[in-house]
Nanobody, 123 residues
Framework: QVQLVESGGGLVQAGGSLRLSCAAS????????MAWFRQVPGKDREFVAS????????YYSTSMKGRCTISRDNAKNTVYLRVYSLKPEDTAVYYC????????????????WGQGTQVTVSS
């Protein structure tokens, strides 16, 4: 069992940046791939980025590639998402998730989810 708690969301102006954090409970954090998704009301969760348990195997969505960086600190049981050059269309609830492999963009492939953190980008 893994419990995930996101933080770092908030209101930011277009062009700004944010670093989201996701703290995980449990001793087996490094055995899980981690991912970030985002969701706006009325739409499915959208894959943003993922990273393998060792920190290798990073994947990014086409829409976010070049504007975000996913990283993890296994000593702190934490995964991060730094997002740059934010746009109003990046406004969403951002979720972190844990699963067996980073090589998937499908939400159903991830077993554990946090409660999400709201990111609002003003124009």
């Amino acid at each position: 069992q893994v419990q995930l708690v996101e933080s770092g969301g908030g209101l930011v102006q277009a062009g700004g940046s944010l670093r989201l954090s996701c703290a995980a409970s449990g001793r087996t954090f490094s055995s899980y791939a981690m991912a970030w998704f985002r969701q706006v009301p009325g739409k499915d969760r959208e894959f943003v980025a993922s990273i393998g348990g060792s920190g290798a195997g990073t994947y990014y969505s086409t829409s976010m590639k070049g504007r975000c960086t996913i990283s993890r600190d296994n000593a702190k049981n934490t995964v991060y998402l730094r997002v740059y050059s934010l746009k109003p269309e990046d406004t969403a609830v951002y979720y972190c998730a844990a699963g067996p492999t980073s090589a998937t963009t499908q939400a159903v492939s991830y077993d554990y989810w946090g409660q999400g953190t709201q990111v609002t980008v003003s124009s």
